[in-house]
């Protein structure tokens, strides 16, 4: 049976490429609404909206380390189609932020970049759509974490600490919103084949597929069919739970 997300309005951070342009074609395919948000490439998110279809879609600029810029986001998406059902952080940084620096100023702002996006971005936009969703008698947030969450990072600390405070949040909002009708999952995939994880890939390619039992770095779609899984109403009794998509590279 196909997933049917016909109606159902679902936001997603960071669309315009990678994980969350593939959520927004999946989702766009199933029947559902889609909000895209993007940070810089207008011109990638507004081919995609017209790809799905300018009559389902709405691309909406918005930095998410801004808080008044993750209001307006999500008050655009309610303006659009009156409600959001779900939300799909996806939006992130990377960078490398190594221990063994001499630079204690770009230390210390990797570290605050990093967490301005992936942390308070996704916290203050959970916050803001569970308020609408709580008007409308709930809905579905879905977190992307990482692997390294749980590995502990050697060479990006910061980021793996920003997607272990991602795994947190998410349980915390599965305990204190289901009874306004409000779930929470999160993913943790691998490394992934994106824009955001060539440069690693194309310097560790041999390193990283030889981690993976299955042989393979992921595609956007091996980790979006999981997500569009989480937004749908087949995963209504998951709360709290992180799904690994790392193809065995990493357990915990």
């Not at 790809?51 to 303006?79: C, F, K, N, P, W």
């Not at 970049?113 to 709930?138: C, W």
């Not at 974490?145 to 749980?150: G, L, M, P, V």
Request: charged letters at 25%; aromatic letters at 8%; hydrophobic letters at 45%.
């Amino acid at each position: 049976m196909e997933i049917d997300l016909t109606g159902k309005a679902i936001l997603i951070t960071g669309a315009s490429r990678g994980i969350g342009a593939e959520v927004a074609r999946m989702a766009g395919k199933a029947g559902a609404l889609v909000g895209i948000n993007f940070h810089r490439n207008r011109e990638t998110a507004d081919r995609l909206a017209a790809e799905i279809g300018s009559d389902r879609t709405v691309a909406i600029q918005a930095d998410l380390g801004d808080a008044a810029q993750t209001e307006r986001m999500i008050a655009l998406m309610v303006e659009r189609f009156g409600r959001i059902d779900v939300l799909v952080n996806n939006a992130a940084i990377f960078a490398l932020n190594r221990f063994d620096s001499d630079d204690y100023d770009a230390w210390r702002a990797g570290w605050q970049r990093t967490f301005d996006v992936n942390v308070f971005g996704a916290s203050n936009a959970a916050f803001l759509a569970m308020r609408e969703m709580r008007k409308r008698g709930g809905g579905k947030i879905v977190n992307i974490a990482s692997r390294a969450a749980f590995r502990g990072e050697t060479e990006f600390a910061d980021y793996g600490a920003s997607k272990a405070a991602l795994v947190n949040l998410t349980r915390s909002i599965a305990r204190a919103c289901p009874a306004d009708g409000i779930t929470a999952t999160c993913v943790a995939p691998g490394f992934v084949e994106t824009d955001m994880a060539a440069g690693e890939i194309a310097a560790r390619g041999d390193e990283l597929r030889a981690q993976v039992p299955l042989g393979r770095i992921a595609t956007t779609r091996d980790v979006a069919g999981v997500i569009l899984f989480l937004c749908s109403s087949w995963s209504d009794y998951l709360n709290g739970a992180t799904v690994d998509v790392n193809g065995g590279s990493w357990f915990h």
